[in-house]
């Protein structure tokens, strides 16, 4: 994944006319106004560019779900990605850190292909697929809609995470769209009201809209009820085959917004909520993805959302114990995603403050699968964790012991997506 380069937008965008561009894009989607009018906005918006057309080797969608139980198709620790090892120096300005406890792990897993989850709510269609060059289910998305998790119940708190794994096909029309949203709705009919082309200024709100190309590189547009709305651009395409599937993250810190794509950081906004902003719904949307009948097409899976702000140093040093669900793994292996870059980062910092602190490290997974298989793994990524801290973080390999108890220590339910994904999880005990 190339790095993304965030550029100055240029002057015409950073006035109202941005915004009004924006929003006759929009308009332009619902009302299909003539092509006149859609060549204007786009060249208002990319320029005088034309689509590059699908690949002749582009793979189609699969209709039935590939084996299951290999590490290729299993999904470990909520990250649906390949086994390719890439280094973990590739996130090194990765500064982001999960939540402690997981409310939302979502991988449709419960779901059936070819069918709508059972779990969430449209007013739109799309339905569950495979792809070719991914693991896992993904909710595919072909036309305008709203799509959210009807199990979210209950307001979030001041600090939470949020992650999601979108991608595109190469046939998303110029002015598609796919927008992220965290809101305040008083009822189902809000959530699709807000979810959309709604005017969020007077409700608690954050919006992320990603906009692909399938050539060039795509745009961000981001909006909150107190700054506003804003691009940044030079973003680079996600697209299916070409790019695997871009992995979105969201951190809200009381006040601060902090948004991230893959291992970059593209937004930190200090001051994006209200102080005390209460919101309570998660809504996904995505507007003229086959525009034109462009067999345009958005993915979306593995998303998780966490809250409570992680306090390594005083629990680690004062309380003695310290749990991340932070620091991932491929599937059924020992090798450490380069994402984990953040949490382990943090304990790193913890680690090298207090110079005497010696830690017991142990790996914990969940209750699928060979119960003696699972036990070997968790002493491996035990030690794998071990071997990160003391390689890329130069941490003293006699302060830290490893141990792996496997599924024997639950602290969720492992009958649950949820559970399992909290079971899933790395401890650290001062000694």
Known sequence: MKKLILTAIVCSLATSASAQIFDRIKNKVQQKVNEKIDKTIDQ????????????????????????????????????????????????????????EKIIVEESFAQDAIGEFPGQWNTHSGAELVTVDNRPGKWLSMKQDGIFFPEYLTGNLPENFTLQADVMANNNISSIGGFTISLIKAANTEEKFSYGDEHDVSSIPSFKVTLTPKS???????????????????????????????????????????????????????????????????????????????????????????????????NKLVTEGKFVTHGILFNSNSDVILPESYGALQDIAAVLKENPALRVSITGHTDADGNEQLNLELSKRRAEAVKTALTKNFSIDAGRMVTNGKGKTQPIDSNTTEVGKANNRRVEFVKL
Do not use: C
Not at 48 to 74: C, I, L, R, S, V
Not at 253 to 260: A, E, G, N
Not at 288 to 296: E, I, L, N, V, W
């Open 44 to 99: 208002a918006t990319e320029g005088k560019k034309k689509e590059t057309p699908p690949p002749a080797d582009q793979p189609p969608e699969a209709t039935t779900p590939a084996p299951a139980g290999t590490p290729e198709n299993t999904v470990d620790n909520g990250k649906a990605g390949t086994n390719i090892k890439t280094d973990i120096t590739a996130y090194s300005h990765f500064d982001f850190v999960p939540g």
């Open 215 to 313: 050539s060039g590189s795509g745009m961000l547009h981001y909006s909150s009820n107190v700054i506003g709305s804003n691009t940044i651009s030079a973003m680079p395409a996600f697209n299916v085959p070409k790019k695997n599937a871009v992995r979105i993250a969201i951190w809200r810190q009381k006040q601060r917004v902090r948004v991230y794509l893959d291992s970059t950081k593209v937004l930190d906004l200090p001051r994006a909520l209200d102080a005390g902003a209460v919101m309570n719904a998660l809504v996904f949307a995505t507007y003229a993805p086959d525009y034109g009948q462009s067999g345009g097409t958005f993915f979306l899976s593995n998303i998780r959302l966490a809250v409570g702000a992680p306090d390594t140093r």
